[in-house]
């Protein structure tokens, strides 16, 4: 069985939320405060497009970009372990989707903790490029960001 990938609704927080990673929930709960599903909701309502990626009828991963004035496009994605065992079948629809972005927000910016090496590896294979190291709210953060490339 593949994952598809189809617009997110309100319900698919309620079913990811239980099951997010360990360090997804870290970085929840340093980033927002927010219990996992508020959480959820929240990325969901303040992102233009969000997506849910979908294996038979779980929901195993949530993302978006989140518009801001100053970063054009604020990228996120949370998931359950599970997408680590279809991480090639997601990587090429992730890459279109990443330069599609991009194109649309000129530039994407964000932060993943230090320690969350899973993420950082599927952050590079996506192209960003990994900024430099920040401590913030008694953690290491990678801030990654990609820009179009307008000739």
């Not at 233009?48 to 004035?69: C, E």
């Not at 054009?72 to 279809?86: I, R």
Request: hydrophobic share 40%.
């Amino acid at each position: 069985m593949k994952p598809y990938i189809r617009p997110a609704i309100e319900s698919d927080a309620d079913d990811l939320a239980p099951g997010l990673r360990t360090l997804d929930l870290k970085e929840i709960e340093l980033s927002s405060g927010l219990p996992p599903r508020e959480a959820l909701l929240h990325a969901m309502s303040v992102s233009d497009a969000p997506k849910a990626i979908v294996l038979g009828s779980d929901v195993i991963g949530l993302f978006g970009v989140a518009p801001h004035p100053e970063a054009g496009g604020v990228p996120w994605f949370l998931s359950s372990g599970a997408v680590a065992q279809h991480k090639l079948t997601l990587l090429k629809e992730a890459k279109c989707w990443v330069t599609e972005s991009v194109e649309t927000y000129g530039k994407l910016q964000n932060y993943c903790l230090a320690e969350h090496e899973e993420s950082l590896q599927f952050i590079e294979l996506l192209n960003f490029t990994l900024d430099r190291i920040i401590l913030s709210k008694g953690a290491h953060w990678v801030e990654f960001s990609q820009e179009a490339h307008h000739v």
